[in-house]
T-cell receptor, first 111, second 115 residues
Framework: GNSVTQMEGPVTLSEEAFLTINCTYT??????LFWYVQYPGEGLQLLLK?????DKGSNKGFEATYRKETTSFHLEKGSVQVSDSAVYFC??????????FGKGTRLHILP | KAGVTQTPRYLIKTRGQQVTLSCSPI?????VSWYQQTPGQGLQFLFE???????NKGNFPGRFSGRQFSNSRSEMNVSTLELGDSALYLC??????????????FGQGTRLTVV
């Protein structure tokens, strides 16, 4: 079945550092790919999405590119802020329409 | 436009009891999905309803059930509660299904504690 694997956390960075959170997936066909973010005590918010190969999703300085050849959708940000501290989930939606999530990566940004 | 609303936000129940959680989707959204979130297992898919019909189901025991009403509001029920059912239960709504690029919008969740 479909699955998502993302790097384990926690990831701790200093403010203004470069961020990469790796995500790879297994799916048949051409799934849609998403990154969600969860702040403490809240539900998940959609951060960005990509629906076909080579699409780049971007939002709030975060970017991710749908790489079909490497089945990856890595999340990047050039300069993180303390307010980016949260848990980040990579997810896919495949032919059966179920949204499958990775286990989440907790990000700590130090001032 | 109001977001996804889940009630109650917090619940404390005793083992063996049953519980009902409620979710009101974004207006116009016809799909509602439920997820269980725990530190150990992450986000696990429970089930999805569309137009009052269950169209997808995860790997949970029959103690977990749900339903959707004609106004798209959904409830999930857990009977004979176990300590391991303590979790954050998240509801998500989607405008439509059958298209893989339809993203889900989440509520803030219901924190269930079983004692």
């Amino acid at each position: 079945g479909n699955s998502v694997t993302q790097m384990e956390g926690p990831v701790t960075l200093s403010e203004e550092a470069f961020l990469t959170i790796n995500c790879t997936y297994t799916a048949t066909g051409y799934p849609s790919l998403f990154w969600y973010v969860q702040y403490p005590g809240e539900g998940l918010q959609l951060l960005l999405k990509a629906t076909k190969a080579d699409d780049k999703g971007s939002n709030k300085g975060f970017e991710a590119t749908y790489r079909k050849e490497t089945t990856s959708f890595h999340l990047e940000k050039g300069s993180v802020q303390v307010s980016d501290s949260a848990v980040y989930f990579c997810a896919l939606s495949g032919r059966d329409d179920k949204i499958i999530f990775g286990k989440g990566t907790r990000l700590h940004i130090l001032p | 436009k109001a977001g996804v609303t889940q009630t109650p936000r917090y619940l404390i129940k005793t083992r063996g009891q049953q519980v009902t959680l409620s979710c009101s989707p974004i207006s116009g959204h016809r799909s509602v999905s439920w997820y269980q979130q725990t530190p150990g297992q992450g986000l696990q898919f429970l089930f999805e309803y569309f137009s009052e019909t269950q169209r997808n189901k995860g790997n949970f025991p029959g103690r977990f059930s749900g339903r959707q009403f004609s106004n798209s509001r959904s409830e999930m029920n857990v009977s004979t509660l176990e300590l391991g059912d303590s979790a954050l239960y998240l509801c998500a709504s989607r405008f439509n299904v059958g298209r893989t690029n339809t993203e889900a919008f989440f509520g803030q969740g219901t924190r269930l504690t079983v004692v």
